[in-house]
């Protein structure tokens, strides 16, 4: 969050880096991959676009097979990339384990791709950055130990003409005919809450894919081997079962799993401490003034259920030491006193509402690279939380807060220390305070959802390290975890569960970015290091409360088609994303700010109570 209006849009900056990085990172791996036989075959089907698109699948119509420019032949692609499609043009290969390829493709036009996804060792890509005239680009890779299909790819670059491409080949040994997976096994259901079951299963051998069954009628489909069905009566049984999928079909159902819904919320992770079914959040700019003008906490309306005090901020960014104090008169000179801000956060709990320090922020760094940062941040957040008599904590590390070391690469079990530190500080704090302490968090978009495509600086470095560094504090705290609420917005674009990428502004982002976390992803498109899926009452969007608030606001009617889709999938409202369940017990909606809202006429907070009935 930030303390002035808005910042300028990432998305040619950061996430153009650590694409930029991780093309160069699969470059240099692929110059040193192994060359395919010279007795192989050209496993590419309609590989010179002779006849039309056979075999061939082109994200959003931008595909077209053209007579001219060619590079041989009567016919070549023609793919033009529009808004926030890159015009990605894919076919799947059926291939060997263990065996190398060499893929090749003459391509025409500025910031073309071709690459190899699926390989079950590292994906590989190559690109030029402008061809006037056809230019062949080749890369080559080495298929993992259970790899039986590839999917091989081209794509342009956003706000760029059509590219060209003609003769793609892949050549290598052939693989057998696609078999259809086997019926899942181990499938096992997680401790359930009154509208949810979350649910687990072994991979089948083959499978890109899986279908979840709720008394014999599919309810979702996903690609990793959790999810969590949703939308279920509290006190209930229900019978589960598991399908596999892969091009050939769909295996056998797998042996039935049955489960009992609870008589009421919670369960199943962090407490639901009192919350409503439905709950707004705001951030409260309570240590200093913007544009926005202050608020005293007198003031807040009873509209919003969660008031995160803006900010505490360390000493140093290293320190480990958190302070909080009021904004100073002569800053705010509405501000109220010490004892009147004290008593006006009782008065808030007694009304059942939740108050809790908000830690970073734009400007508050937060390191704990050390053991005595840890502890000196645990010291210093429970001196804040016992003064003002606070429900919890929330935690918006941004900036450089939180990034992976060179070599951490598996969110189930980080190593480096800033992280393992934060993990190990907010256990404590919440071993401390039980059961009824709120435990939030506001990470962006980058460190959370772009974990889909990219981790930390990679498997062989270069990437920007932050990319996904929130993911394994999540994992770790998720059982104490209250509430999730990514700020959608300051965001560049992000790739969703459709491989397609999502722009802020509009209801599809919201949906695509919510739909990931109620999904769970495979991180960096490793199946095997699935992020499982959060509980819908876990998890709520966030957004500015106005166009001064920062950049991607949403106007009320896209925040009501966004909910819509997510709770009801209702009509229309999804758009062209087709979502992997259907959330009704969706916690809510978060906002920058409160302040802001109020500066706004309240538009915010009163869309979110005529949809909830507040």
């Known amino acids: 969050m930030e303390r002035t ?22 470059g240099a791996l692929a110059a040193t ?38 590079h041989s032949g009567t016919s070549a692609l023609k793919a033009t990339p529009a808004g926030s499609d890159n015009a990605r043009c894919s076919q799947t290969v059926t291939v060997k384990p263990d065996s190398a390829y060499t893929l090749g493709a003459w391509v025409r036009g500025d910031y073309v791709y071709l690459g190899a996804s699926g390989t079950g060792t590292t994906d590989v890509s190559t690109w030029t950055q402008s061809a006037g005239a056809y230019k062949q680009l080749t890369t080559s890779f080495r298929t993992g130990p259970s790899t039986t299909s590839v999917t091989v790819y081209t794509h342009g670059w956003y706000g760029t003409p059509a590219y060209y491409a003609d003769d793609l080949t892949l050549t290598g040994p052939g693989g057998d005919p696609v078999a259809v997976p086997a019926a899942p096994t181990g499938l096992r259901a997680g401790t359930a809450t009154a509208s949810s079951v979350p649910l687990s299963w072994t991979a089948s051998a083959g499978a890109t894919g899986y279908r979840v069954y709720r008394g014999g009628t599919k309810v979702l489909d996903t690609t990793g081997t959790s999810a969590t069905v949703t939308g279920l009566s509290a ?22 799993v049955s489960a009992t819904t609870a008589a009421t919320g919670g369960g199943g992770g962090g407490s639901d401490a009192g919350l409503p079914a439905h709950a707004l959040v705001g951030y409260l700019h309570s240590s200093f003034a913007n544009g926005s003008g202050y608020t005293r906490m007198a003031d807040v309306p009873d509209s919003w259920d969660v008031i995160n005090l803006a900010f505490g901020e ?7 030491d958190i302070r909080f104090s009021l904004c100073p008169v002569a800053e705010c000179p509405g501000v109220e006193t010490e004892a009147e801000f004290k008593a006006a956060i009782k008065a808030k709990q007694a009304a059942g509402k939740k108050v809790l320090i908000s830690i970073g922020g734009q400007n508050g760094q937060v390191q704990l690279a050390s053991t005595a940062a840890r502890d000196t941040f645990v010291s210093s957040v429970s001196k804040i939380i016992d003064t003002y008599g606070l429900d919890g904590l929330d ?25 393992v530190n934060l993990i190990s500080a907010v256990k404590t704090l919440k071993a401390k305070y039980g059961d009824d302490f709120v435990l939030t968090m506001a990470p962006e978009t980058f460190f959370v959802q772009l974990g889909y495509q990219y981790y930390g600086s990679g498997p062989w470095g270069g990437q920007d390290p932050r990319a996904g560094a929130y993911l394994p504090v999540i994992h770790a705290l998720r059982d104490d975890l209250t509430l999730l609420h990514v700020q959608d917005y300051n965001s560049g674009s992000i ?24 999904t769970g992803f495979p991180v960096a498109g490793d199946q095997t290091k699935v992020f499982p899926a959060l509980r819908p009452e876990q998890v709520a969007f966030g957004l500015p409360a106005s166009t001064q608030a920062g950049n991607g606001h949403t106007s009320p009617a896209e925040v009501t088609k966004a909910l819509n889709c997510l709770t009801k999938k ?43 009935g507040g």
């Not at 900056?13 to 160069?24: E, N, Q, R, T, W």
């Not at 360390?314 to 320190?319: A, G, K, L, M, N």
């Not at 969703?496 to 109620?518: C, K, V």
Request: glycine letters at 12%; one cysteine or more; a negative charge.
């Open 5 to 26: 209006g808005s910042r300028p849009p990432v998305r040619r900056s950061g996430l153009m880096a650590v694409l930029s990085a991780a093309l160069l990172a699969a």
């Open 33 to 70: 991959a192994p060359a395919a036989g010279a007795a192989d075959a050209d496993l590419a089907r309609n590989g010179g676009f002779e006849a039309g698109l056979d075999g061939w699948t082109c994200t959003g119509g931008s595909g077209a097979a053209v007579s001219t420019p060619v």
């Open 235 to 256: 006190s209930s049984a229900y019978s589960f079962q598991v399908s596999a999928v892969n091009a050939a079909g769909e295996s056998a159902k797998s042996a039935t």
């Open 314 to 320: 360390p000493t140093s960014v290293t320190s480990g």
């Open 395 to 419: 935690i918006d590390f941004e900036g450089h807060s939180l990034s992976l070391a060179t070599g951490d690469t598996d969110f189930r079990s980080p190593t480096t220390p800033v992280i």
């Open 495 to 518: 790739m969703g569960l459709d491989n397609q990428y999502h722009s802020m502004g509009g209801a599809d982002f919201h949906i695509a970015m919510t739909d990931m976390l109620l």
């Open 570 to 612: 209702a009509g229309t409202t999804c758009g062209g994303y087709q979502t992997h369940g259907t959330w009704s017990g969706l916690r809510g909606l978060m906002t920058w700010s409160i302040n802001w809202d109020r500066f706004n006429n309240w538009e915010f907070s009163k869309n979110f109570d005529a949809y909830f």
